[in-house]
């Protein structure tokens, strides 16, 4: 277990309490609701360290995708790490792939994007709206994986990518169907595109398109997750549910000489 | 795009056809259903790369993680890939990872965690029987993965395990409620436990270990995954659905000066 | 269409507004909300006439079994509608049939029951806790279904039913297994129980008894209701849902020469 | 409970066998894969009589509706009990109802809906095609239920209905958009109509004719059906299950004065 490093993003944790991501850095920082904290004296500790302040009580930990994500949906409607998770199966994404996303939203599927490429990896997130790069690029960084993800102001339908021979393409904006082509001819053979979207009409467009863009392997998918509530004698699926979060395609490029 | 190595893992595909799974190296060798193939002049081709034989035409590719579980699937009853992709959020696996998994079963999960921690994470798989084993071991050699993984004949829940700090421990045995209390002392602050089970039952049993155990953010989940049916005009939900796999429980282990 | 008579049960519905269930009788009567009205010039008018008062217009409706559920539901917690109706077809009920049900809960089921055996049909709906029998007669009474309901006070589990040869009985109380034996008693030979509970635990122990008392065509299921939302070139399923509201089991006495 | 009487429709019921329907009548008759019996000693018995007969042993008794359907199913793909049952609500169906469907499909609907109107109610299915009023209505007979039933020859998007004043009407058939109109000339104030379509693009349709003939408390749903396994310490849901039957839409008429 390798020791806290200076500037790594850390997990500042209460008890039954809230998870907060902050910097390691020495000298006073604010942090979000408890105050001013020197966190210096703990650069150099190991994960599970604790700091005493002011009469509470924290532990320091290395964050998860969950602690990542979960301080991200303090802000913003992002997408669920159920579907995000799918996403990087159907899109064949992993360590060391080279992917790109379009459109950045708030940054949300590029923080899982580039937790799953890892250190050798690299994603390209594009967007046509300055506010959103602005917003998706405070949270990778504020999620400590601003080095492996470039940010480009672009609108992909018109005027396409920078990169070749990706691994995969997302595609998190609301006509998918328009990016295809060009996503198609930055993909290397056997690379995927994968696509997230709400509504059925939308799902319809973007299939139709895989198909013509000649996918292979082109699925289409929902998953509905169900909390259970456990206590003894008495287990049962939760109540609360979410009905939707939205509908998942995907297609290969697979170029045979056929 | 790197070409293609001698002694790696490729998927060798058939227009529409199965995508199998070979080793590339030189000489003849018997593909299943595909008479005796030489790929020895296929070793420093990209990706992509068609082959022409007996009249046949294919593809090789880089396998994707869904390629090598579609190769297993033929073979056994294994995790669902929306189960195993959601089981690497739960328990926190992502690149460089050390996770353990009780037990190693047909290799399927041990296939997803090798993919997810990639060249410099570490799997360790325990299962008690040998026969198990053997199978896992191949099924993840199959997948030019063998080189992450570490596999124990053990029986976990009384020996426990040899690992110490590990970020996450993945639960799918019968009994994970008989494990949790060893798997606990293997984890490093901050790391999680993760089951997978199939009925009710071993879920309020394990939800209920994991709180005896004072692991935090304890939570149960199930994934329905649903496909749909997209034509043009004519869009639903696909009839056939796998209308239960299993029911997902994790908890963290965070322990603090309390 | 029968004209509307006086004492009957009609709903009275605003534009866009909410459904009310009021008596038909001639005099003043005070209207939840809308204040005071004297509906006594609708005796006799059709279904549809209008009624305008101090402003406001409404229409006359003879109720359906929503009409007398939504206004129950703004009550209480109740059945859903989907789980009534289908526990109707487990238990065999319709038109002329004689059930029982214990408990009376609410009187959501004795109302949908009510509705469903028509005129020529009966209810015996017993609670072991009078308070309980008043909420449930006093809904009952409000949908107009008073005279086919009989309503007694009993701890069924110990002291069993009064009827005999009865269609259905409908089991909506904590511990449904320790009613079956006595309803077993009461059912015709091909008449059946049917169960409604909130748990996983629940459901096995009820499903259990209901083996041991042999019954036949033992089932169980649960319905997920998912709305959805139609917008022109924008349909998907609803965001919200109602992720579990209980389990139905249900069996059949069919004693053979067996 | 009734004797059973000459000519009734009965359930004839093997030990874990299957459940037949026949005509109780004098004489021979041959019973599906059972051989020839007589039947004939069996009227004026009690429900729950037995029969031997050449070996076999027969219990007599009344069918529920789920018999009926039973029945049915064996024959063709019709809609499930639970849409069915939910339509019944959403289209105000109740004992003493006169309800109109189109179209009538292989009966199974118009089978449900004579079985919920009961003997005072009526039902008048309408179908364009002679070969299917021909097998609907056969199933109907079957049912013991022809005598609530008017079939009609009708292409009800372009002819229309005979009846007006109907509590409700039922669209089974592709284009349920196209019959809107008219139905919604024969149906009485506070009538509601129901649709029962398989594809997104249907509903969506659907939907936006009601809004377009300005009926009220339009709905959509959909019903998913979970069965469950039930084992002493092992209860799960099943592993099958059906992904999708139908989207169910509702309107219903409020002519106001508004």
Request: glycine share 12%.
């Amino acid at each position: 277990m390798d020791p806290l490093r200076e500037g790594e993003t850390v997990v500042l944790r209460r008890r039954e309490g809230r998870t907060l991501l902050v910097e390691l850095r020495p000298g006073p920082q604010a942090i979000e609701g408890q105050g001013v904290l020197d966190l210096g004296p703990q650069i150099g500790a190991l994960p599970g360290a604790t700091v005493r302040w002011a009469g509470a009580e924290y532990v320091l930990l290395r964050p998860t995708l969950a602690d990542l994500l979960g301080q991200l949906r303090r802000r913003a409607q992002i997408v669920t790490p159920k579907d995000a998770m799918y996403l990087l199966y159907l899109a064949g994404v992993g360590p060391g792939s080279r992917v790109a996303e379009s459109g950045a939203g708030s940054g949300a599927l590029t923080t899982v994007l580039a937790h799953a490429v890892g250190p050798t990896g690299r994603v390209y997130s594009y967007d046509r709206r300055a506010d959103f790069l602005d917003v998706a690029r405070r949270n990778v960084a504020r999620s400590g994986l601003a080095d492996r993800v470039e940010f480009r102001e672009r609108d992909v339908a018109r005027e396409g990518l920078d990169e070749t021979e990706l691994d995969s393409v997302l595609l998190d904006l609301p006509e998918p169907w328009e990016v295809v082509p060009r996503a198609l001819g930055a993909i290397r053979p056997g690379g995927a595109i994968a696509a997230y979207v709400p509504t059925y009409n939308q799902l319809e467009r973007t299939v139709l398109a895989f198909r013509a863009a000649r996918l292979e392997e082109v699925q289409s998918v929902e998953l509905l997750e169900r909390a259970l509530h456990v206590g003894e004698g008495g287990t049962r699926p939760e109540f609360e549910m979410l009905g939707h979060t939205g509908f998942l395609a995907s297609g290969r490029r697979v170029v045979g000489p056929w």
